[in-house]
């Protein structure tokens, strides 16, 4: 069956460290992949997109990677702030004989301390 | 623009009971993606509608229901209400296409006891 893995643990760094997280997947061939920021009670936020055919992508401080050979993502925050703190989510595109859904990982929350 | 918007904030109900759920999309986004979030289980998609038709199903009970309106707001209904129903529900909009980012609301956070 699909599964989505990300790191269950918190990762904790230092302010100005580069945060790395990672989102590993079996049994799919997404043709995107899309990361999201979740603050405590309050809905994800979009933050990236990229498909199949891209190595790399980035946004300001923010870069992720794609590697369908490996079935991984790799999202990259440099710089970090305690303000980046917040939990993180890899979503895939999951097609189905019920039709297509974006499929979350579990998420993985990410602390900066100052 | 407004963004999706998700009412009640909060809700409180017994089990047994039964409960409907409210999303008011963003404007001009024709779809609606629900999705029940629990700290065990993370975020589980529950379905989706275009234009007034469910498109896309996940994997739960026929107790979990929804609908669309004309002006593309949505509303879920859970009837029978359990204990493991207790969750934060989440809608999220999208303009139509299957590729494209998801714009969530805050969602309702549903307690059953």
Redo the contacts between chains.
Sequence with gaps: SQKIEQNSEALNIQEGKTATLTCNYTNYSPAYLQWYRQDPGRGPVFLLLIRENEKEKRKERLKVTFDTTLKQSLFHITASQPADSATYLCALDFHSNAGNMLTFGGGTRLMVKP | KAG?TQTPRYLIKTRGQQVTLSCSPISGHRSV?W?QQTPGQ??Q?LF?YFSETQ????NFPGRFSGRQFSNSRSEMNVSTLELGDSALY?C?SRPGG??E???????T?LSVL
Excluded: C, M, P
Excluded at chain 2, 55 to 58: A, E, I, L, S
Excluded at chain 2, 101 to 107: E, I, Q, R, V, Y
């Design positions: 999706v993606s999705y993370g975020l998609f989706e498109r896309n199903k996940g989440l999220a299957s590729n980012k998801l714009f969530f609301g805050s969602g956070q």
